[in-house]
């Protein structure tokens, strides 16, 4: 059963090989092994005939009758589903691929990539050999889902006739589609002929390329595998060439080959027998190595040896070694990419340890590991098929033609298969080393791949994903083992050409560019010029502008060559190493003799021909070219095959009329005025030409007024099909610029990623012949350039999101905490805690910052929640609620730094004054006052309002702006310098009361707030412009900002004034707060240090020494302060010192009562601490009592004892005047007065003492003066 099964395979293969090849090169077999097949040739040999589709006599350039035959004899077009309304929805375009290509290839799974990454790229739906849609991942793996599991020809036959089926049933308003196909056999060729018959696009590519054109596929790109061959052949004659050359310097390079042996034996690898592809680059190779034969005195002989496994990794080195032993080769060849077992075989076979020869070793197709080999020296040359841009060619074909145009490109006239080659690329060690003054194409410019870029050959060449960033980096991370994604979107690619605006065609040709850069997501610089005034200024201004263009750094550039004017610039251009493409015109044929990359247009000359050849057939015998652009190459190459149609029909050629366009009567009348001179006015069986769509209106007029004529138009439009259904005219030439459009930036954009290029150097946009009216679905899309619909892209608007949230909850921290601090306040306000740091400015405090954290609300809002006038008055109430907010905390702030300083101030001086609320209102009114101003105009005249900014295509953000006048600026401005003045002043005010004690005053806590409102001002102000365009950084810089600063003003404020009830409630703790002297904490008493009772050093109140010198006039003016009062002829010992201290800390315990502070409890354990034991201890007090007599001790048991028996009311002032003899009586009232609990009688006034200076003591205001500095306020 096993026999009859590998006969029957057998039989296969044969009937395969007969029907895929029209006759097989004769062979001689000697003592060959099994396997082996030889041919030999000889310098007597003839060329022989009939090798494959190709030989080297029928590479001609097809002419006419080749564009005829595509023009006429083609199968019906294929179906086209036209729906532009309102623009071409790709997500409804399916792309199936049912290739012979299995997972288990390499070359395969890359290919399968590259259609997967083009299709993302045209956004169309990419569908498998059964249907099933590929999902696009960013994987590179992902190919494999176009692939069969194993190669299975009948199973492509199956699927494509399922096809086949579906397409038939539907109807033609359904989804668009089209086929790409692989024929590796003829059954399958046969299923894909079906196909097109039931008007299926089909493309194809890689094997069958040699039927495609037959069988009616609309685009084939694949490695001409014959002339892969050949090149192969050449590269093995090269390096012959090269290496005799070496070897004997005296021989020329046409003498070298005579000098080898007599036969040169070339060994050639086939992995795979009966694999047509294989067979075909025998054949090439055996074509070069033949010719060769013929002409020179040299004699190759080709031996094919023949191996089953495709991979050649199955091959054992021992019996390759064995089947190469002695290596009698010149050169091996492997006709498909090889293994590491194969390298070391052939290397222990035929290795160089003869250094007189050298073994030529080649392989076709690459891999990373031939890479590798040719670098180390193992392989010599590689044959590349460039398998990437293979199928990225014809993914992006396929997707365009099925995406509602209906264009492809034309088979080319380069290659009797009209195939556009993917290949042979031959890769050295010296690729792209060129050298001399021939003019290399850009394309071999190339060198040889770097580790990198055979990485990402390995790859397929990853694009990066719009929207994947993080996926995009994580390519990066390993640099050894992947390849970093290409970034299409840092590409830009710049056209110049010599269409102007005026001009449709050329308006719709950008477009079409526009479309390809928005596809392959690159930046494109096109302008097209203003209507100039000659062709020779317009050709100057084009070769400024390319210079300019390409000395910027473009990745790629597109140039039309209307004349030899732009011939300079552009090889600027190919010298700075810019790819560049030519499209349209090609003057001179200057694009290939400048080996730019390609030229896009059509065949003009022979378009020109069938343009001839369809006027002849209609009944002309005479022809009128007209022309609106003489001087452009394009249109000279029309008219040239035109009148060489005529030529060739034996028909009149009556001359070219040069006329304008955009005129109809000038032009109209030009023509009739040539006919008339040129063909004395005879209209009969004259063929009319005209060479661009801009003289369709022109043309039909003179149809209509010369109906004896006939006339066809190169170029269509709307108004052609209304000429045709009219039958004022015959036919138009679509040369697709749609497509010349598109396609350079397609090809640049692939060379820009992968260095390869297509082996052809014209790309065919057109002929093809318009006969017939486009249906009002087809015109609409292309009077509309075929409008693609935006791809469904998520443009990244950067709005908030969930950061509002976070905005909200910071926003009411604030404002909760602010009115919980209020209700406290408003209940307590009776505390003495609450009564001393003033209840208004508290409550002014927590209305400002309730108001400055209500400001992070508008700040959170954008136009995911908003729109129009809400996103605006949004916008203009942060600046509202912040400034007043700012205000009312600052000014209370402010206030109390401004009370406490002018007690201290005064206190200095000893001056008694009563600083009131309305006093210090006066700057949080002025400050308020002009805030209020400034924002009120802000509003009314130049209001904020919010506005959305673009990015790119893909990103935008939203922001508050300023007014569109200057009114916002100035407004904004002024608001800033007068809340900054206002912190700089209250900065000075913090500076002067940095040294206020902490417990009897808010100084400390209000400086804290002013210097961090300050240092949070400095830090984060700056930074904000930084973070302008970028919405959700701004939003928490501001959100921190002002809740950093509303914070603060509360805490700082608030915690210390809670804190102060729990001091104040024990009576040690009132002693402490009611003096900071250096003895407070000394063991012998509050008042006593080391050095006795009473120490004049160590008091913080005047000395004895300076109430000693006080003048009578500066005694009788001065009230006592905080630290007391003396009388002019007073003197003191250090007990009675000691007691003027005690009075006056009675006095304080008085006033903390009064205030509300201590309560009665903490105050009469405080008087007897001090009365007791607390101030004089149990050692000292018989000598006080001695020394003082009863005097201080007296009157502080009076005061001691009125405060236990009686409350603090008015009676107090008659009960101290009812014990004016007791001692110091007059020290204990003064200090009352000073401290508020006994109103003054008969206050000394300011005319009375003032600042005056008595005339007996010219030294009493420098004393005055310098006395503050002895003061302090405690």
């Not at 030529?360 to 890479?371: H, R």
Request: proline share 4%.
């Amino acid at each position: 059963m096993v026999f009859v099964i590998r006969q029957i395979a057998l039989l296969h293969v044969v009937l395969l090989i007969l029907a895929r090849t029209t006759s097989v090169a004769s062979g001689v077999m000697n003592d060959m092994p099994m396997g082996w097949r030889a041919t030999t040739m000889s310098n007597e040999n003839t060329l022989s005939q009939g090798k494959g589709p190709y030989s080297s006599t029928n590479m001609a350039v097809s002419t006419f009758e080749t564009a005829m035959r595509q023009l006429q004899e083609s199968p019906p077009p294929p179906r086209v589903r036209y729906d532009c309304d309102p623009c071409i929805e790709r997500s409804e375009v399916d792309i199936q691929v049912i290739l012979h290509g299995s997972k288990n290839s390499l070359f395969w799974e890359q290919a399968a990539q590259a259609i997967v990454q083009t299709c993302r790229s045209m956004r169309v739906n990419l569908l498998n050999h059964v249907g099933n849609n590929v999902p696009y991942w960013d994987d590179h793996e992902s190919g494999s889902d176009l692939l069969y599991d194993e190669y299975n020809p009948s199973q492509m036959v199956e699927d494509i006739r399922k096809v086949t089926q579906q397409y038939r049933q539907q109807s033609s308003n359904q989804r668009g589609h089209a086929l790409i196909v692989s024929l590796p056999t003829a059954e399958v060729e046969e299923a894909a002929q079906q196909a097109i018959a039931a008007g299926v696009p089909v493309f194809g590519m890689n094997t069958g390329y040699d039927r495609a054109q037959e069988l009616g596929l609309l685009t084939f790109v694949a490695m001409d595998e014959f002339k892969a061959g050949q090149a192969a052949g050449q590269e093995i004659l090269r390096m012959t060439t090269d290496d005799d050359m070496m070897a004997n310097t005296s021989l020329t390079a046409g003498d070298s080959l005579g000098k080898l042996q007599n036969t040169t034996k070339v060994l050639y690898i086939n992995h795979e027998w009966g694999n047509f592809a294989l067979e075909q680059r025998r054949n090439g190779l055996e074509d070069v190595l033949e010719e060769t034969s013929a002409s020179k005195n040299a004699s190759f002989e080709v031996v094919e040896l023949v191996i089953s496994d495709s991979t050649g990794e199955g091959i054992t080195e021992a019996t390759l070694s064995q089947s190469l032993e002695g290596c009698p080769y010149h050169a091996i060849v492997s006709g498909q990419h090889i293994g590491q077992s194969v390298v070391e075989a052939i290397q222990s076979a035929c290795g160089d340890g003869d250094e007189e020869k050298h073994v030529i070793k080649g392989v076709f197709d690459t891999s990373e590991f031939v890479y590798r080999a040719i670098a180390v020296g193992d392989v010599d040359f590689a044959i590349s098929q460039q398998h990437w841009l293979q199928s990225s060619v014809t993914a992006a074909m396929a997707s365009l033609f099925a995406s509602s145009t209906g264009m492809h490109l034309q088979y080319s006239v380069e290659s009797n298969s009209g195939t556009y080659l993917s290949g042979p690329e031959v890769l050295t060690l010296q690729s792209g080393a060129v050298g001399g003054d021939t003019v290399v194409k850009q394309k071999d410019k190339v060198p040889f791949p770097t580790d990198t870029q055979q990485t990402c050959e390995e790859q397929a060449f990853p694009i990066c994903t719009v929207g994947s960033e993080e996926n995009n980096a994580e390519r990066i991370v390993d640099g050894d083992d992947e390849c970093p994604c290409f970034d299409r979107r840092k590409l830009t690619i710049a056209v110049v050409s010599h269409g102007t605006e005026t001009e449709d065609f050329w308006v719709g040709m950008r477009s079409a560019a526009q479309q390809a850069a928005l596809d392959m997501n690159v930046e494109l610089d096109w302008e097209l010029f203003s209507h100039s005034e000659s062709n020779q200024a317009l050709h100057n201004k084009m070769a400024s502008q390319m210079i300019s263009k390409c000395q910027s750094g473009v990745d790629g550039m597109v140039v039309s060559i209307p004349s030899e004017v732009v011939e300079l610039a552009i090889r600027t251009c190919v010298e700075l190493n810019i790819p560049t493409i030519s499209i349209n015109a090609n003057s001179n044929n200057l694009s290939q003799k400048l080996g730019l990359l390609h030229h896009v247009a059509q065949d003009e000359f022979n378009a020109g021909e069938v343009a001839g050849r369809r006027l002849i057939e209609a009944g002309g015998t005479r022809g009128l070219c007209i022309n609106h652009a003489p001087g452009v190459g394009s249109t000279f190459d029309r008219c040239a095959g035109f009148r060489k149609a005529l030529e060739s029909a034996e028909a009149e050629f009556v001359g070219e009329v040069e006329v304008l366009i955009d005129n109809t009567d000038i032009t109209k009348t030009r023509v009739e005025d040539f006919v008339n001179e040129n063909a004395n006015g005879d209209w009969t069986s004259l063929g009319m030409l005209s060479m661009g769509q801009a003289l369709i209106p022109t043309l039909r007029q003179l149809a209509n007024d010369h109906p004896e004529a006939v006339a066809g138009t190169f170029d269509t439009s709307t108004e052609l099909g209304q000429a045709l259904e009219a039958n004022e005219v015959l036919f138009g030439i679509d040369q697709q610029p749609f497509l010349q459009g598109y396609s350079p930036i397609l090809v640049l954009t692939l060379f820009a990623q992968t260095k390869q290029a297509l082996g052809n150097h014209y790309l065919l946009s057109g002929p093809s012949l318009v006969l017939e009216a486009a249906s009002p679905s087809e015109e609409q899309c292309k009077a509309e350039v075929y409008p693609v619909c935006l791809p469904p892209v998520e443009i990244e608007e950067n709005k908030l999101g969930n950061l509002r949230i976070l905005g909200y909850i910071l926003g009411s921290v604030i404002v909760a905490l602010s009115l919980v601090f209020a209700v406290i306040v408003f209940l307590y306000r009776l505390r003495p805690n609450i009564r001393q740091s003033q209840p208004f400015f508290l409550l002014m405090i927590c209305l400002g910052g309730a108001l400055m954290g209500s400001t992070i609300f508008p700040l959170a809002i954008d136009d995911d929640i908003c729109e129009g006038n809400g996103c605006d008055s949004a916008c203009m109430s942060a600046p509202w609620l912040f400034t007043l907010g700012f205000t009312f905390v600052f000014a209370a702030l402010y206030s109390k730094l401004m009370r406490l300083n002018q007690l201290m101030k005064n206190a200095a001086s000893f001056k008694h004054i009563q600083v009131t609320v309305a006093d210090v209102l006066m700057p949080f009114t002025l400050q308020l006052t002009l805030n209020l101003a400034f924002l009120t105009t802000w509003t009314a005249a130049d209001p904020m309002f919010y506005s959305r900014v673009e990015v790119s295509s893909t990103e935008s953000y939203g922001i508050c702006r300023l007014g569109d006048g200057g009114v916002s600026i100035a407004m904004a401005a002024l608001i800033f310098s007068v809340n900054l003045l206002a912190l700089i002043v209250a900065l000075w005010e913090a500076y002067k009361a940095r040294k206020v004690t902490y417990e009897l005053s808010d100084g400390g806590s209000v400086t804290m707030v002013v210097v961090s409102i300050f240092q949070v001002a400095v830090v984060g102000v700056p930074i904000l412009p930084l973070t302008r365009d970028d919405p959700q950084a701004s939003f928490l810089l501001k959100t921190g900002l002002v809740f950093v600063i509303s914070l603060s003003s509360l805490l700082f404020i608030f915690v210390p004034v809670f804190k102060k009830k729990g001091l104040a409630n024990r009576a040690q703790a009132a002693v402490a707060l009611s003096s900071r002297v250096n003895t407070i904490n000394h063991p012998s008493g509050m008042f006593k240090n080391s050095s006795g009772p009473y120490d004049e050093s160590a008091s913080q109140f005047m000395s004895r020494t300076e109430l000693e010198t006080m003048s009578p006039r500066e005694a009788k003016c001065s009230q006592v302060s905080e630290i007391g009062i003396v009388e002019e002829s007073a003197e003191f010992s250090p007990q009675e010192g000691n007691a003027i201290e005690v009075s006056s800390f009675l006095a304080r315990l008085v006033v903390l009562l009064r205030d509300g502070v201590l309560g009665r409890k903490d105050v009469m354990d405080a008087m007897e601490q001090v009365t007791t034991s607390g101030i004089i201890d149990e050692e000292s007090s018989t000598t006080l009592i001695d020394s003082a007599g009863s005097r201080a001790k007296t009157s502080l048991k009076e005061v001691a004892g009125f405060i236990q028996t009686r409350k603090l009311t008015e009676d107090l002032g008659e009960y101290v005047d009812s014990r004016k003899d007791t001692p110091n009586h007059d020290i204990v009232v003064g200090v009352l007065h000073e401290y508020d609990v006994l109103p003054q009688k008969d206050p000394v006034t300011e005319a009375d003492c003032g600042n005056e200076v008595l005339e007996d003591d010219p030294d009493d205001e420098e004393r005055l003066v310098s006395s503050d500095d002895k003061v302090h306020l405690t």
